[in-house]
């Protein structure tokens, strides 16, 4: 058996040390323990005064890592990052036409409530997985409504250069596989949502809600069109709730998650900032790139290089046999090696996301060790063989 051959059959010696590549909740930071999180909060009331500032505290650190301009606001939510979007899109649209830009599942759910909204002019510009829909088709008179990182698709956006600087709408964007983990350029954005469990690796639940100038000013200067349950109340009589900015979290929040995304944060600055996490991002995306461009079987299902997700990284199966089978079989023989896999002890919740065609879905967030990765491809080339020979 020669050594190109042995490499697929051989099953591997070595395994990943931590087999954690979900794509949410995902890894914790390397090191993490438990015994790390402060427990003197707990129990206590959120609105006391100690821990109202340890929320206040945990803002000023996400707005200073994630390097917000200094006149954002941000404020912890209700509803992780679904519910953060939520909140931006009752809140702020209605005023104006609408264009929503839909690739993967999550901006798919935001069409499907902007349909519900009634709007007066609707745009939809839809792409199959895999592909950005056509971003010239978008008006700068328009509120536009997008995610920057595609998390069931792996597709996200190369850059912001699309967006014509000065324009009227506002830019609401879910970037909650993109915050932390590439550059933003805010200076082109209004609306910011992310949760704390994907790049940072913490706990669910919370959302963060950034907003810019613009769209406090949208706010205070336009009646909300929708009536709002008390969660997503951001303004009372015409003012922003400068609470919800300052640690009066709308809704009761969890000081043990909070614990835990306060060290999350404090890894995060250890270790160099946001230029660290950039950069670990991108050599887990490199890991995976390397093995798929000599690998004949797998490949990205985004088709463009620029589009790739260096976080949510979604694979397809390009085998001719495997794709001369139908869906279902598809995504059945997915599972069998999904499942083989875990037996293995190599890799833990890699598959696709449920509306997503079959394949696997490898998060390579900044709490991922490329190492890890580098041990689970060998794992990925042997499992696909095995597959290949029992079929």
Not at 52 to 81: C, F, M, N, Y
Not at 244 to 261: H, Q, R, V, Y
Not at 274 to 289: A, G, H, M, P, S
């Amino acid at each position: 058996m020669n050594e190109e051959a042995d490499r697929f059959h051989a099953r591997p010696d070595a395994r990943p040390a931590d087999p954690r590549f979900s794509s949410g909740p995902c890894k914790k930071y390397p090191g993490w323990d438990i015994s790390h999180l402060k427990t003197e909060f707990l129990g206590r009331s959120h609105r006391a005064k100690l821990p109202k500032q340890r929320l206040a505290d945990a803002i000023t650190k996400s707005h200073r890592l994630l390097q917000l301009p200094e006149d954002w606001k941000l404020g912890i939510v209700p509803g992780s990052d679904t519910g953060a979007f939520e909140i931006a899109m009752w809140s702020l649209l209605g005023s104006r036409p609408v264009d929503a830009l839909v690739w993967e599942s999550f901006s798919s759910d935001w069409a499907k409530d902007l349909r519900a909204f009634g709007l007066d002019n609707l745009n939809i510009i839809e792409a199959d997985y895999g592909d950005l829909p056509d971003l010239s088709l978008i008006s700068a008179d328009h509120d536009l409504v997008t995610v920057y990182n595609g998390t069931t698709s792996g597709v996200c956006l190369p850059d912001l250069d699309w967006l014509t600087q000065g324009r009227e709408g506002l830019v609401l964007c879910d970037a909650t596989s993109a915050a932390y983990a590439m550059p933003m350029d805010f200076d082109k954005l209004d609306v910011v949502t992310w949760s704390w469990q994907k790049v940072l690796g913490s706990e669910g639940a919370h959302g963060m809600l950034a907003l810019g100038p613009r769209a406090v000013e949208r706010l205070q200067s336009t009646q909300v069109k929708f009536p709002l349950p008390k969660i997503f109340q951001l303004t009372k009589n015409g003012k922003l709730i400068e609470g919800i900015f300052k640690g009066a979290t709308i809704n009761t929040p969890s000081m043990l998650a909070l614990e835990d995304l306060h060290c999350a944060l404090d890894w995060a600055e250890s270790i160099g900032g946001v230029e660290t996490l950039w950069q670990r991002c991108r050599e887990n995306f490199n890991c995976i790139d390397d093995w798929v461009q000599k690998t004949g079987w797998i490949d990205w299902l985004a088709g463009k290089p620029e589009n790739r997700s260096p976080t949510s990284m979604c694979l397809r199966i390009t085998d001719a046999d495997f794709n001369n089978l139908s869906l279902d079989d598809q995504q059945q023989s997915i599972n069998r090696m999904l499942a083989i896999l875990e037996q293995e002890g190599v890799a833990l919740d890699i598959g696709n996301y449920r509306s997503a065609p079959p394949g696997f879905r490898i998060w390579g967030g900044a709490t991922v060790e490329t190492s890890d990765l580098e041990a689970l491809t060998p794992w990925l080339d042997w499992v696909f063989t095995q597959s290949k020979q029992e079929a």
